[in-house]
């Protein structure tokens, strides 16, 4: 009798890895891709989007870091992409990564500023995925860059609200020694030969129990595949790993990680999806390898030897980019002094002001813009490599030095914060460089509000700040959001307008106004914006403004010039901002009680503009929506009045 035997092969484990990382951004740029082609839909051949549908329908599963200021930008402009995420998750197809909320440098900050950068990471994947963060094991260090000293203590904290990460993502490259003439990593750097210790989760060495998941070289560099060449060596390099897997009783894995916008089409080689389709398929056709979500495989399989894990990152970020194996060349260059600076006083005035005693929701948000704004902390743009540019200088980034200017607004935030616990029982109005731009902002107070105007920039009304009851609330101002170049704090934003404040006169949002402080002090204060660009036909628009004690709404009554018989003026909302990055819009309900009253309402507070007589219409904006905003528009006639207040 014949008997049949079956010969079982090995299964050789893949885990793929996304990082999507982008600042908080928006869409109508005439410069870059914006939200929605970022995303793109669910019928559309590049984008995000596009990638959950491949890895759906060749039931491929993955692992996907998403920074946490990419997390707010979707909320608002994409939540779609956040329910497919949810909806892969229900099929099993995905699990989390976490990482830095605003993708800082991690080995420059404070332990506290560091702290505060992982768990607001995790508490946005609980409140806009509804992940809880105990599930997220796995830590994806900001462009790989590796240093254990600084970061073992961090990951391994008690105070991250999952209680601390057991792995870490790095280069398979910083698994060899950077000791001698030549070192291990430059011999590698040189050969990139295939080792088995590539391909195993290895124990830090004093990295107080973290384990080093390391990223193939190979596997990065040849997906997805440009070439047939460079999926053939995806194909060989995978079956050599099966081929040895029962030499290492099966704990190998190999790891694909890279930027998720390469696979994506997105700021790449457009064809990347339908590459990256041709991997896919090729997967699903070999059952002999099985992809797998790295933070489940690494909880099921043992670590290998323990290892000396040197700083350093990825290999283009290191020598062809010039940033150095530290990062500190390009962190340390002097063309990035400035923004250093402002980055140290800004937190060392909110530090400052919150010794003395400040409301700790606004203060709570001042940490939160101080955080963003660190967001790839001083990245410089190269001459070569997808995001490079021929004629680059090689110096800091134009978009990163716009977003670390803005550093500065935390110590506005936290002005505000300090006035709430220590107003006074009557109105005030002063002038005040609160931002330390050089430029003195107008700032009117009393025990509701805390409005900051800027004379320099249009008159606009800046930001807006409920002080009545704890918790405090900025209302009118969206900081966080993408400055896209723009530097220069409370300049006006033309493209995309995604700043526009409130009594953003349109046509004149650049004009300069001059400032006088008829009564700063009493029962209800007074001062006056003066158009006072004489080569613009705004020349003499006049802005009064009072605000009484006791009030929740500034007055604002207009004067126009005679040469000028109407004038349209824009208002932004954004009802209790810090609610709006971490929660979305779910909670805002429109409210207008009344044909002269438009505004909105967001858990406990109200936010709105009343216009006051028959000499002003509510017109069309030029948008409705800004970067967690909604937008107003008012037209007047020779002189009209607009009240903008909050309640809560």
Not at 72 to 99: K, M, Y
Not at 122 to 137: C, F, M, Q, R, V
Not at 424 to 443: K, N, P, Y
Not at 596 to 607: A, C, K, L, P, Y
């Amino acid at each position: 009798m014949n008997t049949a035997v079956t010969v079982q092969r090995e299964v050789a484990a893949l885990a793929i890895v996304h990082h999507a990382n982008q600042y908080v951004v928006t869409d109508g740029y005439d410069n870059r891709v914006g939200i929605s082609g970022i995303v793109g839909t669910s019928s559309s051949q590049t984008g995000l989007l596009r990638v959950l549908k491949l890895h759906e329908r060749y039931r491929v599963p993955f692992s996907l870091h998403i920074s946490g200021t990419f997390l707010e930008s979707l909320a608002w402009h994409s939540p779609e992409f956040l329910s497919e995420v949810n909806r892969l998750a229900g099929l099993g197809l995905v699990d989390l990564l976490g990482g830095a909320y605003a993708q800082n440098m991690t080995r420059f900050f404070s332990p506290e500023h560091n702290l505060r950068q992982m768990n607001e990471e995790l508490l946005l994947y609980e409140s806009l995925i509804g992940w809880d963060p105990k599930k997220i094991t796995t830590f994806w260090p900001t462009e790989r860059l590796w240093e254990t000293e600084a970061m073992a203590p961090l990951l391994t904290s008690c105070e991250l609200l999952n209680g601390g990460y057991q792995h870490v993502v790095i280069d398979d490259r910083l698994l060899h020694s950077t000791t001698g003439s030549p070192s291990p990593r430059q011999l590698y750097d040189y050969d990139h030969a295939w080792n088995p210790v590539n391909f195993q989760m290895h124990r830090i060495k004093n990295g107080l129990g973290l384990c080093a998941l390391p990223i193939s070289f190979g596997l990065r560099r040849n997906i997805p595949p440009r070439t047939r060449e460079d999926l053939e060596k995806t194909q060989a390099q995978l079956e050599w790993i099966l081929d040895i897997s029962s030499d290492y009783d099966n704990q190998l894995v190999a790891i694909y990680a890279d930027d998720m916008e390469k696979v994506a089409g997105v700021g790449w080689d457009a064809r990347g999806p339908l590459q990256f389709e041709a991997t896919l398929r090729w997967l699903s056709e070999n059952p002999f390898l099985q992809p797998v979500k790295l933070a489940e495989w690494a909880a099921t399989h043992r670590a290998g030897s323990e290892r000396q894990i040197d700083t350093g990152a990825y290999a283009e970020l290191v020598d062809e980019f010039g940033a150095g194996e530290n990062y500190e060349s390009w962190y340390y260059d002097p063309r990035w002094s400035l923004y250093r600076n402002y980055y140290a006083w800004s937190e060392e005035r909110v530090r400052e002001l919150d010794s003395s005693g400040a409301d700790p929701a606004l203060m709570q948000l001042a940490w939160k813009t101080l955080l963003a704004t660190t967001w790839q902390t001083a990245w410089h743009t190269p001459r070569t490599g997808a995001h490079g540019e021929n004629l680059s200088d090689e110096g800091p980034s134009a978009w990163t030095r716009a977003i670390a200017s803005h550093s500065r607004i935390a110590a506005i935030i936290a002005e505000a914060a300090y006035w709430m616990t220590h107003k006074s029982g009557r109105a005030q109005a002063d002038l005040r460089d609160l931002d330390s731009d050089g430029e003195d902002e107008l700032v009117l107070k009393n025990d509701k509000l805390f409005a900051v105007f800027s004379p320099r920039h249009g008159g606009r009304l800046v930001y807006l700040f409920t002080v009545s009851n704890p918790p405090g609330r900025l209302v009118i101002g969206n900081p966080i959001d993408d400055w896209n170049l723009l530097e220069d704090l409370h300049a006006y934003m033309d493209a995309p307008p995604n700043h526009p404040g409130a009594l953003a006169d349109v046509g004149y949002e650049h004009d300069h106004y001059t400032t006088e402080l008829r009564v700063p002090y009493g029962d209800t204060v007074w001062a006056r914006l003066s158009n006072s660009e004489k080569k613009s036909t705004g020349f003499g628009i006049l802005k009064n403004l009072s605000l009484g004690k006791g009030e929740s709404t500034i007055r604002t009554e207009y004067s126009l010039p005679n040469s000028l018989p109407r004038l349209s003026t824009e208002i932004g909302f954004s009802p209790d901002y810090q609610q709006l990055l971490r929660m979305g819009p779910s909670a805002v309900e429109e409210c207008s009680p009344a044909k002269s009253i438009r505004g909105w309402s967001n858990e406990g507070v109200t936010v709105g503009a009343r216009l006051d007589g028959g000499f002003a219409i509510w017109d069309k904006p030029r948008q409705d929506r800004f970067g967690h905003g909604y937008l107003l528009r008012v037209t007047g006639f020779r002189g009209f009045t607009v009240w903008i207040g909050a309640e809560d």
